[in-house]
């Protein structure tokens, strides 16, 4: 699967009507300009730092970056003079893409390599593209699925996850843990416990885990086989919060949700945002409000997509979790 994605990525544009998804941002500015207004009160909750590492996993065009900082430079310069711009991509193609949106950025491989001091972080549909693991219940145990010459096969699961081990082994079961994404929250855990930050994570999945096979493949907005053509669809997997938390917080870090996408955005005034876009512009008012519909009803984007944030246990709830 990390194979398959980096091949995905590295070939071109997937966003949009043209590619074969749609993200928030390319949805609605107003998704982006709430995320950076979001950050800017972070970073007052913070003590208003003199320079605050800024970074975004996965940033895909740029666009939830640039709507973001546009909303910062105008309402709360302070933070935009403040921020450090350092954006974790791998992909060739898409940094060039970003780098048309926001030069000044830095570019980094890992999340490993931000630089130390303030952080505030930000990642939208990232988390579902890291690789998992897939367990089955088999004869009172667990094996693990595997792909060799094109199909699924099981073999013995040695060493399965903890969390997992401790639950009953229904046969035809499955059960998925995403290694990478529970070693980015304790890493994100152990570093918010030595210095003042904040990371926020927007995805899809169920609050609290759950069973089942959640692997799918996207290609021009459409389901296909995950197996037929690796490295020409988007491979994803649901996230699984609850483990995703439990990592973060065993690392020292205050875990904030998760709480419904649609919730999250109505607290950071989403709804507001778009009416006052549509107001501005009346010919282009049904796409604004139909947009914010899209990222906030249930049925929709704003049930399955969920947001959690890791912080620094000293700092307050950050913005749109006070009640949570």
Not at 28 to 37: D, M, P, R, V, Y
Not at 58 to 71: F, H, I, K, S, Y
Not at 89 to 101: I, V
Request: proline content about 9%; some cysteine.
């Amino acid at each position: 699967m990390a194979r398959a994605a980096a091949a995905y990525y590295a070939a071109g544009d997937p966003f949009g009507r043209g590619g074969d998804f749609t993200t928030a941002p390319e949805i609605s500015q107003a998704f982006g300009e709430c995320l950076g207004l979001w950050a800017a009160v972070c970073w007052q909750q913070m003590g208003a730092p003199a320079r605050v590492v800024l970074a975004e996993l996965g940033p895909g065009r740029g666009t939830l970056m640039a709507d973001a900082l546009r909303a910062v430079r105008e309402m709360v310069p302070g933070f935009a003079a403040a921020a450090r711009l350092h954006l974790v991509e791998t992909s060739p193609r898409l940094r060039a893409m970003q780098a048309g949106r926001l030069p000044h950025a830095t570019w980094l491989d890992r999340p490993e390599e931000l630089p130390d001091g303030p952080l505030i972080l930000v990642a939208n549909e990232f988390l579902d593209a890291l690789p998992i693991r897939q367990f089955v219940g088999q004869g009172g145990g667990w094996a693990e699925r595997w792909v060799r010459e094109g199909a699924f096969l099981l073999r013995p699961a040695p060493d399965v996850p903890a969390d997992i081990r401790a639950l009953p082994p229904r046969d035809g079961a499955v059960r998925e843990a995403s290694e990478p994404a529970r070693a980015l929250a304790g890493w994100l855990g152990a570093r918010l416990v030595r210095s003042p930050g904040v990371a926020l994570f927007i995805d899809y999945g169920p609050a609290g885990g759950g069973e089942g096979d959640s692997l799918q493949a996207v290609r021009a907005h459409a389901p296909v086989d995950p197996l037929a053509d690796p490295g020409r669809a988007d491979l994803t997997a649901h996230v699984d919060f609850a483990a995703f938390g439990a990592a973060g917080r065993a690392a020292g870090a205050a875990v904030h949700g998760p709480l419904p996408q649609g919730v999250f955005l109505r607290r950071l005034g989403l709804t507001q945002r778009a009416a006052m876009l549509a107001a501005a512009n009346p010919r282009q008012a049904p796409a604004q409000l139909a947009a914010a519909q899209r990222l906030t009803a249930q049925e929709a984007m704003g049930h399955l997509f969920k947001a959690m944030a890791l912080a620094s246990p000293t700092l307050p709830a950050p913005p749109g979790f006070e009640a949570a």
